[in-house]
């Protein structure tokens, strides 16, 4: 079985507790596994939305024949997606030391001050911008224009475009240029390609993006539709479904799922919610997790004091390539009482990955 667990921080860009997020996930890794004599692998993936609320997604391999993961231990594994903050460094510096192995690939509010990515070899610490700085916290896991392989699980994970801001237009341009060689999106959406061509012939694929493509609705409540002016409109990555329209015609690949945030739940202006699944007819799941806010405070009734907080989740169960269901899980946690308070359904059975 496959488990992702996508799960948001809030607009405010600091709805991240090491402790208090770290204690869920534990809680989710420990009661969601229901199989004797099992072993398995988390994976995260982290992301954001356009005011910074961020993201995070975790895969969980259970393996019933008792085989290791990929690392030989039964440690979770974390992909991440970005905005998780305004350049905040000491925040994407605090995921990074989460115990879990990583792939993350940041938003446009982690280079929302920084335009263009520094050509110098050598620079003091003081001197680097904090899209740098991010970047050397995360090393080798930031996987924007990158594929990650997990063998032992056929697993890759293939990133999108870094920094993306959502819309026809690049965002943050010359950091593009600078970095990955990027000018515009037709370049953009070859090297989304070029990172997936190479993928293992028995791997399964899961694209991580901070947005999701375009082609899904322009609605105002659709997966990627703009609801904040009136009539809506296509607010998805172009080079994202290029790259996967290219991939499905040129290879044969398995795409199973693309997780991405960015766009909220709930629309702008009080006008109802957002649709937050798409399966299309190849049976590509599309899943957006940008519930916002992430983190609720639970408070005293008696005194208003604030005893702990309610942390959102979304988990889709997948077992033997059946997508058995997807919810939106919210988890209490109060000093070191941790449980699950809420799950909704969003999808449950029926769609072949």
């Not at 280079?111 to 610490?125: C, E, G």
């Not at 493509?213 to 607010?235: A, E, F, Q, V, Y």
């Not at 169960?317 to 070191?336: A, F, M």
Request: with cysteine; charged share 25%.
């Amino acid at each position: 079985m496959l488990t992702l667990f996508p799960l948001l921080l809030n607009s405010k860009h600091d709805d991240w507790s090491f402790e208090e997020d770290t204690k869920a996930l534990q809680l989710l890794k420990e009661t969601i596994i229901t199989f004797e004599n099992s072993e398995e692998s988390v994976y995260e993936v982290w992301e954001e939305d356009s005011t910074g609320s961020g993201s995070c997604a975790v895969y969980r391999q259970i393996n019933l024949r008792g085989t290791l993961d990929p690392v030989g231990s039964l440690m979770p594994w974390e992909f991440s997606s970005g905005d998780f903050g305004n350049e905040n460094v000491d925040l994407v510096k605090s995921i990074s030391n989460v115990d879990f192995a990583k792939a993350v690939i940041l938003g446009n509010h982690d280079a929302w001050n920084t335009q263009k990515f520094s050509a110098r070899k050598t620079m003091t610490l003081r001197e680097k911008d904090a899209v740098q700085l991010q970047l050397e916290c995360l090393g080798d896991e930031h996987v924007g224009y990158r594929r990650m392989d997990f063998s032992n699980l056929k697993l890759s994970i293939v990133g999108g475009r870094p920094f993306s801001c959502g819309g026809r237009q690049l965002f943050r341009k010359k950091l593009l240029t600078a970095r990955y060689g990027i000018h515009d999106m037709d370049g953009s959406a070859e090297r989304i390609n070029q990172a997936a061509v190479g993928t293992p012939a028995d791997h399964s694929v899961i694209f991580l993006a901070h947005n999701g493509p375009t082609g899904l609705g322009s609605n105002m409540d659709d997966i990627c539709g703009k609801d904040w002016i009136p009539g809506g409109g296509d607010h998805g990555d172009p080079d994202l479904a290029h790259a996967i329209s290219q991939l499905k015609e040129t290879t044969k690949l398995s795409i199973k799922l693309v997780v991405f945030g960015h766009m909220h739940k709930a629309l702008a202006s009080g006008n109802g919610l957002r649709k937050m699944i798409v399966v299309e007819d190849d049976n590509i799941v599309y899943l957006n997790g940008a519930v916002v806010p992430r983190v609720k405070t639970i408070s005293s009734n008696e005194q208003g004091v604030a005893l702990g907080t309610l942390r959102a989740f979304t988990v889709a169960d997948i077992s033997d390539g059946n997508l058995e269901k997807i919810t939106e899980t919210w988890v209490s946690v109060i000093g070191d009482e941790i449980r699950v308070e809420e799950e909704l359904v969003l999808l449950s059975k029926g769609a072949r990955l």
